[in-house]
T-cell receptor, first 113, second 114 residues
């Protein structure tokens, strides 16, 4: 079946450090891929997405590239801030008419000043 | 401001009681969704609705029921048949389909059943 595997957290970094959160997926065909972020006490919000192989999604300094050959969509940021502390979810949506987003388990990031 | 309102933020019930979680949106979105979030797990889809008076089961619909009588409202009832109802429940909406427009989430309701 379709699934998303994220690196286990929690991840703790110092401000201005480089961030990578790994995400790999299993799906038939060519899914669309997403990163959602959940700030403390809030619901999730879309951070970025990519809909086809080699697409790069980017937003707020975060980037992720859709790699079909490695079935991956790793999230990166060159210099994290305290305000980036949140839980990050990788998700996929399979081809076709399905409305079912499949989410990973989430990776909690804490950035210390 | 447009958004999704879930109420209450915290809800406590005794085992064997049905409980209804409220979700209202003023974004004029067509589609609405209910997810369940458990510690250390991703979000799992309970029910979704793409149009008024129509809804579909998600991956874990057993023990839950929904209605969509108005475009802006999508209440979720957790019935006594749900074996493990204690969880964090998130409501979401999208303008059209989740493929073409992002999900907008409410701030969630934490349900505790004892």
């Amino acid at each position: 079946g379709n699934s998303v595997t994220q690196m286990e957290g929690p991840v703790t970094l110092s401000e201005e450090a480089f961030l990578t959160i790994n995400c790999t997926y299993t799906a038939t065909g060519y899914p669309s891929l997403f990163w959602y972020v959940q700030y403390p006490g809030e619901g999730l919000q879309l951070l970025l997405k990519a809909t086809k192989a080699d697409d790069k999604g980017s937003n707020k300094g975060f980037e992720a590239t859709y790699r079909k050959e490695t079935t991956s969509f790793h999230l990166e940021k060159g210099s994290v801030q305290v305000s980036d502390s949140a839980v990050y979810f990788c998700a996929l949506l399979t081809q076709g008419g399905s409305e079912k987003l499949v989410f990973g388990k989430g990776t909690k990031l804490t950035v210390n000043p | 401001d447009g958004g999704i309102t879930q109420s209450p933020k915290y809800l406590f019930r005794k085992e064997g009681q049905n409980v209804t979680l409220s979700c209202e949106q003023n974004l004029n979105h067509d589609a609405m969704y209910w997810y369940r979030q458990d510690p250390g797990q991703g979000l799992r889809l309970i029910y979704y609705s793409q149009i008024v008076n129509d809804f579909q089961k998600g991956d874990i619909a057993e023990g839950y029921s929904v209605s969509r009588e108005k475009k802006e409202s999508f209440p979720l009832t957790v019935t006594s048949a749900q074996k493990n109802p204690t969880a964090f429940y998130l409501c979401a909406s999208s303008a059209t389909t989740v493929r073409n427009s992002p999900l907008h989430f409410g701030n969630g309701t934490r349900l505790t059943v004892t």
